[in-house]
């Protein structure tokens, strides 16, 4: 457990104490390599996954993380996190998932156990931002994800290819060298674990880059055009994300919501019987990438980061079944 874990851990249950009047509850690393920690309130024994910030985008993943643990132990997992992004406690707690936030905020329940606590103000900190997390970061990571190839060439035709300065790119990977998520070896520079840098990268351009992305909110001209949208051929410089992208690529999921990533204005898409409406179902994103993909479909990370992004339920299995098989 690092120090910025025990301290999440420490203070989310002594605000607990504080704000119930319980006084038998304690919390201790745990011995298990698997496991981050133990936690007892009264005569019940828990173990605990802490993370730093659960969000929408986040959550399926950290459900997902929850299961596996339960498979090492016969004790009940409390999830518990530096915060989380509003109604996910909620949605947890649906599921039967127990969870804990710093300031106090939770939902714990077991026979014979029920703490809720809700309305707790969130804690501000002040931990900055980190390079590899921030807009250009973000940018960057992607251009790694899209092709492990990317990371282990130059300095200057990173740039080239990224737009990003020699000075902004040197600050992100020796970030990303000294977190261990790139390591640097005689035979070049390697993304350690792919599927982790993934998650991280999801959470964060879901949470960071991706609403300042936002362009317009249109929707179909009629429902018969809304029905046909597969029949629809993009303009050069547009590309199908999200779950319309994921259906386009294994018809798994019949889409509700459409994204469309484009780097031209979005009146081209009025061509082709597509109007403008606020809070309509398709939403228009920037491109922060250069170059037209396959298929007029964004790159994978993308359209996992956009199934992602939507929650519970199907999107999240879409994204699941990219990450077994195209990922």
């Known amino acids: 457990m690092t120090v910025k874990e025990r301290e999440i851990l420490t203070d989310t249950f002594d605000n607990i104490k504080r704000i119930t009047g319980l006084k038998d ?5 745990s011995h298990s390599h698997n496991l981050d920690c133990e936690i007892k309130i009264r005569e019940h024994h828990f173990v605990g996954e802490i993370k730093p910030h659960v969000t929408t985008s986040s959550m399926f993943s950290a459900m997902q993380q929850i299961e596996r643990i339960r498979h090492d132990t016969q004790k009940p997992v409390i999830l518990v996190a530096e915060s989380f992004s509003e109604g996910v406690i ?6 039967g998932i127990n969870a804990a936030e710093r300031n106090g905020n939770c939902s714990i329940k ?25 807009e250009a970061g973000l940018k960057l990571i992607f251009y790694f994800l899209r092709d492990e190839e990317n990371v ?20 992100i990977v020796d970030e990303l060298i000294n977190s261990r998520h790139i390591l640097k070896t005689k035979r070049g520079r390697f993304i350690k674990d792919r599927r982790e840098l993934l998650e991280l990268w999801q959470e964060n351009f879901n949470r960071v880059l991706k609403p300042k992305l936002l362009l317009k909110e249109m929707d179909f001209a009629d429902d018969d055009t809304r029905r046909n949208w597969q029949q629809i051929v993009l303009p050069e410089g547009m590309e199908w994300g999200g779950e319309s992208g994921a259906f386009i690529l294994n018809g798994y999921l019949t889409p509700e919501k459409f994204e469309i990533y484009s780097d031209i204005p979005t ?14 179902p398709i939403k228009v994103y920037r491109k922060f990438w250069p170059g037209e993909d396959p298929g007029g479909i964004v790159p994978m990370a993308l359209l996992y980061a956009d199934l992602m992004g939507a929650g519970m339920g199907r999107p999240a299995e879409a994204a699941q079944k990219l990450m077994e098989h195209e990922i």
Do not use: D, W
């Open 152 to 171: 282990r060439k130059p300095y200057r035709m990173i740039s080239q290819e990224t737009g990003l300065s020699l000075g902004t790119i040197s600050r």
């Open 267 to 280: 009146n081209h898409l009025m061509k082709h019987r597509i109007k403008y409406r606020e809070k309509g």
């Open 110 to 134: 077991v026979p014979g156990l029920y703490i809720r606590i809700k309305g707790e103000k969130k804690l501000k900190t002040s931990e900055p931002v980190r390079n590899a997390f921030s």
């Open 25 to 29: 509850i304690s919390v201790k690393s």
């Open 90 to 95: 909620e949605k947890l707690a649906s599921v």
